[in-house]
């Protein structure tokens, strides 16, 4: 190609000035229009072979395809912000009130820029590497959305790569597990209605207090009641709503919020029919009548051999320290659902020790570890198709 970037330290200036310009104009899940436009034409600028849009939703692919024979290699990253208000104050912060991009998916992003520019300076010799933007991952909905629409039939990818960074990790390090890594999560609403009635009568209405407390008190411990081992899987309340704040009036609805939380996607079945059982049970006892909504169902995320040890061997040749993780993450991502596709691996890399959390006011992606990012994602796609 003619325009060949190998200048690394304007690649990175320039992926650094794209990585603020993201964080200053963030957009919630679902509604990620313009983010996606920009990556398209990002894309485009970088002579991908092939380019998809609005896929499962906003979704874009970029694939350089090298048109000969190998393997298709994805790597993905995530185009959504938050509905958090930015209190940090950079000079790239966020331009739109209660809007921002708190958990660094600004960054993600520009790691795969850099790969798009470094396959435009040096094409793949096998197979294509198939870049993926996804949409609307904080609501466990876009990797779903991406891989159920028919178009991503024909990217078939053989391996699928993702990283997130981590605060509280040293800087620039990577780390990595086989096997579980985050956890599946599921968010679980149970309305509960009786009847109202006059305080001075509550004989006369039907009210939800005893069940709902009951569900209160026995939710959080059903991991425990079906001998699930400690730390597979855990039931957090998220909130809870008796009747009205009156005081003439005996309740006649409540509704009980929780998350539910596994280690794989057979545990978290279980769970979630437990839990479901377990709630009607307590409606029928008291003669109440119930509904059950279920939301933000993200899969576990499970990591191949394989495809764990392509990213160890990426690490070592970038030169980038490898740590092993000790169990897995609590946390969910839905990065796990291209598991279900392919042989799959999820790293993470440290955003330094004293770094705001994801999901803080005041958090902003490090730019020091796009580097890093970049490099062993490049070491897998070359290491696979040249
Ligand atoms: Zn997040
Ligand atoms: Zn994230």
């Not at 970029?62 to 393997?71: L, M, Q, V, Y």
Request: hydrophobic fraction near 40%; aromatic fraction near 6%; charge should be negative.
């Amino acid at each position: 190609m003619d325009c060949v970037l190998d200048d690394n330290e304007t690649l990175i200036a320039e992926l650094t000035a794209l990585r603020r310009n993201l964080h200053c104009a963030p957009e919630i899940s679902g509604e990620e229009e313009e983010t996606a436009a920009r990556m398209a034409q990002w894309l485009h600028d970088c002579d991908a072979d092939d380019i998809v849009t609005g896929l499962g939703g906003h979704g874009v692919v970029g694939i350089f395809d090298s048109g000969e024979a190998g393997p298709a290699i994805l790597f993905r990253c995530e185009l959504d912000a938050l509905p958090i208000h930015e209190t940090g104050s950079p000079a790239w912060r966020s331009g739109i009130a209660g809007k921002g991009h708190m958990c660094g998916h600004d960054g993600h992003m520009a790691v795969i820029c850099g790969l798009a520019r470094r396959l435009q300076a040096r094409r793949p010799a096998r197979g294509r590497v198939v870049l993926l933007f996804q949409p609307a991952e904080e609501t466990g909905a876009g990797a779903r959305g991406v891989v159920e629409d028919e178009r991503f039939a024909s990217i078939r990818p053989d391996f699928a790569f993702g990283l997130h960074n981590l605060p509280g990790m040293k800087l620039g390090q990577a780390a990595i597990r086989e096997g579980s890594l985050c956890f599946a999560s599921e968010g679980m609403t149970i309305h509960l209605t009786g009847w109202t009635s006059h305080a001075a009568h509550p004989e006369d209405g039907r009210s939800p207090a005893a069940a709902m407390t009951d569900l209160v008190t026995r939710l959080p411990r059903l991991p425990e009641t079906l001998g699930i081992e400690p730390g597979d899987a855990l039931v957090t309340l998220s909130h809870a709503r008796l009747g009205e704040p009156a005081f003439g009036i005996s309740p006649g609805e409540a509704r009980v919020m929780a998350t539910l939380r596994s280690r794989t996607d057979a545990l978290q079945e279980k769970l979630m029919t437990a839990a479901r059982d377990m709630a009607v049970a307590a409606a029928e006892a008291a003669g109440l009548g119930i509904d059950i909504e279920t939301s933000e169902r993200f899969a576990a995320c499970f990591n191949d051999a394989g495809a764990t040890a392509m990213v160890r061997d990426a690490c070592a040749q970038a030169g980038i320290a490898c740590a092993d993780i000790d169990g897995p993450f609590r946390w969910s991502e839905d990065f796990g659902v291209f598991g279900s596709v392919c042989p799959s691996a999820f790293f993470v890399l440290g955003a330094g020790e004293g770094h705001p959390q994801l999901h803080n006011p005041d958090y902003d992606f490090p730019d020091e570890i796009i580097p890093a990012g970049l490099a062993i994602f490049e070491q897998i796609a070359r290491g696979q198709c040249g």
